[in-house]
Each structure stands twice: as structure tokens, then as C-alpha cells.
């Protein structure tokens, strides 16, 4: 019986696939591991790639790309292990980061899930990792600039906790869905994935229903993995940005639209809004611009040492 079931979504991500797959083989407890990869209708040589070297891993394909949730949720209720890992493929763990965060769960069962410290391809942190949860005020700091002025403000930078040393373990309210490890029992509790939210937000979402249920989350800076964050979603900018801002919209209606004033709720959605609308002009204007080269996780050699 597997003790970690592994599910990775992909979209036209064949090589970075490549490289997350070979990273997991290193971990010295792979063989307790299972694997699934969902693959959401690529057209590229992901498949080609999944028989020809990693004909171990579970495989499904969709015609269609149906976004994280439901690809996710399409074989989590088929996952034999104790706990469940969300991992992106344009990711690589290093240093068994997946066995670590599976002990600190056996150790801590008051815990419902754990998440590694998520680093950039420059190796500098990547603040979705551990979270607050959001909040309006936490949305005005952002805006306000008052998040990053004073980064190691406990009030200003709640959201993204930029006040605590990343190299500190802690509590938070939410970790990345590019690298989330949930206790199966505690899905079955909570339930899956939220579909509304095609990505970008459901990590959020499901953070919230399992403090609601009782559990604790945890960051856990001992685990380390890289993230070449958005790898796939650069396919599909405008898109993305709609997705984004979906989720924003969602979380909000769901979990914090009943503590404000219907008016203010108004507000709230139109500045979501306003704010996809301006993220979408934005890309725009990018796509017209001459493209730079920059480094994938694919092109870069990860030195163990350096983290």
C-alpha cells in the first residue's frame, strides 16, 4: 500500500514534466510513493514522454483542458496513500523534500496538511508558499503598497507573512497548490477541489475548509522545492488573468461576503474586476513587445549544496 499519492496536472509542460518526474525519483523513500499525472489535453510529447520513460506512473488523458480543480479532483478519490500531494510538473524537489513532509504529518496529527519552502529559479523565496488568508484589508495594504514599504510589518505584511524569516517553521493559514501535501482522511472530510475555480485560488479555498474542520497547517522550511512558477499559464496570459481574478471573485462570495454589507460586497467584486481588466491590457501591451530570453528549470542545474 502506497503511503503518499502523488497528483501532477499537465499542460503542455513536457520537459519540466521530465525534470519533476527524475526529481521524485531521488527521494530515498520513492517506493512508498504512487503517481499520477493528468494530462489535460497537452498535444505535445508529454504522452510520448510518460510511455516511453515513466511507464510506472498512472496516467490519464483528457480531451479537453478542464483546469486544476477537476483534473485534481478526476483521481483523488482514486488515491490509495495516507496522504495526498498536489505538485506542479514545473516543479523539483530537492533533498527528499516529499518524505520530509510526510513525517512531519506521522508526527503531528493535529497537522492536515504541509507545504515545503517554494523557491524561485534564483533561488529567492516564493511568497505563496505561507499565507493569511485574504482579507479586504490585506487586499488594500497590497494595493496601497503599504506590504512591501513595510515588509516586516506584522499587520501590513500579514498576507504574505514577509515578517517571519522564511528559514522559520510556522503555522499559516494557507500554502501553494504547486506543492501541498493533505492528509487523505482529512479530504474526505472536507471534500475535493473546488470546480468553480479552474486555477489559481483553490489551494486557498481548500486551506480554509480544512482549519475549518479542525485542523492546523504548516509551513515547512526543512522540505525545499523549486518552482518555475507559471510555467504553463505564460501559455495562456489572458486567460490566466481571468482565472485569477475567478478565484478571487469565489473565494470571497464563499467564505468572507457574509461578515460585509451588500454594498460592500459590490465594491469588492467590481474592484476584482477592474483589476482583471487591467491585468488583461497589461498583458496585451506585453505581447507586443520584443521577448527576452530567460532561464527555465529545464536549462538550470540545481546545486543541492546551495540550499
Given amino acids: 500500500m502506497p503511503k503518499i499519492s502523488i497528483v501532477i496536472v499537465n499542460w503542455r509542460t513536457p520537459e519540466l514534466l521530465r525534470g519533476c518526474l527524475n526529481a521524485l525519483g531521488n527521494d530515498e523513500h520513492k517506493d512508498s510513493f504512487e503517481l499520477y499525472v493528468v494530462d489535460n489535453a497537452s498535444g505535445d510529447e508529454s504522452l510520448s514522454i510518460l510511455s516511453n520513460e515513466f511507464s510506472y506512473v498512472n496516467v490519464l488523458v483528457n480531451e479537453d483542458n478542464v483546469g486544476f480543480s477537476k483534473a485534481c479532483n478526476q483521481v483523488i478519490p482514486k488515491a490509495k496513500g495516507e496522504y495526498v500531494l498536489l505538485l506542479n510538473p514545473d516543479t523539483v524537489v530537492i533533498d527528499n523534500a516529499v518524505s520530509k513532509m510526510a ?5 503531528n ?9 517554494i523557491l524561485n529559479e534564483d533561488g529567492t523565496l516564493q511568497l505563496a508558499c505561507r499565507r493569511a488568508f485574504p482579507s479586504p484589508a490585506a487586499a488594500f495594504f497590497r494595493l496601497t503598497y503599504l506590504s512591501k514599504l513595510f515588509p ?19 503555522s499559516v493559514d494557507a500554502l501553494s497548490g504547486s506543492c501541498m501535501m493533505v492528509r487523505k482522511n482529512v479530504i474526505d472530510k472536507i471534500g475535493l477541489l473546488d470546480e468553480d475555480i479552474f486555477m489559481f485560488g483553490e489551494d486557498i ?9 479542525g485542523w492546523q497547517i504548516f509551513y515547512n522550511p526543512q522540505a525545499v522545492i523549486y518552482h518555475s512558477h507559471g510555467a504553463a499559464s505564460r501559455l495562456r496570459p489572458i486567460g490566466t488573468t481571468f482565472d485569477l481574478h475567478t478565484g478571487m471573485e469565489v473565494f470571497y462570495r464563499k467564505h468572507l ?9 459590490q465594491l469588492v467584486y467590481i474592484t476584482i474586476r477592474l483589476r482583471a481588466l487591467i491585468f488583461v491590457m497589461v498583458n496585451l501591451i506585453k505581447a507586443q513587445m520584443p521577448k527576452t530570453g530567460k532561464v ?12
Avoid at 103 to 107: G, I, Q, R, S, T
Avoid at 109 to 117: H, I, L, N, Q, S
Avoid at 152 to 170: Q, V
Avoid at 257 to 265: L, T
Wanted: net charge positive; aromatic share 16%; charged share 25%.
Fill in 109 to 117: 496529527p493535529e497537522y492536515g496538511a504541509v507545504g515545503p519552502k
Fill in 103 to 107: 513525517a512531519f504529518l506521522d508526527n
Fill in 152 to 170: 516586516g510589518h506584522p499587520l501590513f505584511a500579514k498576507y504574505n507573512m514577509t515578517y517571519i524569516d522564511p528559514e522559520k517553521a510556522a
Fill in 296 to 307: 527555465t528549470l529545464k536549462e538550470r542545474q540545481i546545486d543541492k549544496s546551495s540550499c
Fill in 205 to 213: 479555498d481548500w486551506c480554509w475548509r480544512i482549519k475549518q474542520a
Fill in 257 to 265: 461576503a457574509q461578515n460585509y454589507w451588500p454594498i460592500f460586497n
